[in-house]
């Protein structure tokens, strides 16, 4: 059994997440950037937020609210971002259970849709996530938008 908290609340996972977050998506093993985003999301007023997911006091993923994901699509807000789930604990509805938790706190806060950029296929679309557009990122690759209403 995991629960997910707001990041606020776990202060002391965030070298260990900025690392994952490096690891993934980083040009090296530098991890400022990616503690900078998260010592920046802590406010539960405002975004970005950031949530973790712990299995006891243990993390094991985690999920952004953010003001902007791809910056060539600055029309585009909120997105959910930094999608992580630890290898060791992939495969068992974990990834799912956070973006759900990010959906209905999105929702709760008053918006009505929410966007992700992405290369994976068919991950998003399995809970409904539209597909809307290809999108540039700043290495000059195109990735796919996908859109998904919070409203009936
Ligand atoms: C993508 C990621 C968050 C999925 O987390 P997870 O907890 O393993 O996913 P879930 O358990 O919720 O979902 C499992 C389902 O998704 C599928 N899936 C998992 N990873 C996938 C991937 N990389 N591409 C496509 N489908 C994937 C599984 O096949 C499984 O399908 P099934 O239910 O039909 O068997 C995790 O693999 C991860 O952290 N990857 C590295 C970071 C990343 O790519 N993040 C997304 C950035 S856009």
Request: hydrophobic share 35%; with cysteine; proline share 3%.
């Amino acid at each position: 059994m995991f629960k997910i908290e707001h990041l606020s609340n776990h202060k002391e996972h965030i070298e260990t997440i900025s690392k994952w977050m490096a690891k993934e998506w980083g040009a090296s093993d530098d991890i400022r950037f990616f503690k900078s985003i998260l010592n920046h999301s802590l406010s539960k007023t405002n975004l970005p937020q950031t949530f973790v997911a712990l299995d006891g006091e243990k993390p094991i993923g985690t999920i952004g609210l953010w003001r902007c994901d791809m910056v060539s699509r600055q029309d585009l807000f909120p997105w959910l971002s930094a999608l992580y789930v630890i290898p060791a604990y992939r495969n068992k509805g974990i990834g799912k259970q956070l973006q759900s938790h990010l959906l209905s706190y999105a929702k709760s806060i008053g918006y009505e849709d929410i966007y992700l950029y992405t290369d994976l296929e068919n991950y998003y679309e399995q809970i409904g996530w539209e597909f809307v557009d290809t999108g540039i990122t700043y290495s000059g690759e195109y990735d796919k938008i996908y859109k998904k209403s919070l409203v009936e």
